[in-house]
């Protein structure tokens, strides 16, 4: 098993690149998705939020909803401004999907 490093800052611990330490023995090629509805309602925007905030820059991530998530995506707006794109892939009737991308 790698070393494990603590990071003094959130900054600090996104900036690292795979070649720099992850020892996770693989990285997704393909935009990982997020099926919100699997997520406790309680704990559901901030957990939606903490994975669209670990996005490095260019990177992206699939969401997936069986309704459309309009206010997450006005909180992602107000929070973040145009740090990321949204893109509809799927609007409905069952199943919303939105690709986000860091776009810094």
Known sequence: M??????RSREEAVDQTPAAGCTCGG??????????????????????????ESLRPGAGMVISATHDPVPLLMQLGQRHGDTFSTEY??????RWRILIRNAG
């Open 2 to 7: 790698g070393n494990i490093e603590i990071q």
């Open 27 to 52: 990285h997704d090629e393909d935009l990982p998705e997020l099926d919100v509805q699997a997520i406790p309602h309680t704990v559901r925007h901030a957990a939606v939020f903490g994975a669209i």
């Open 89 to 94: 892939l799927d609007r409905g009737p069952d």
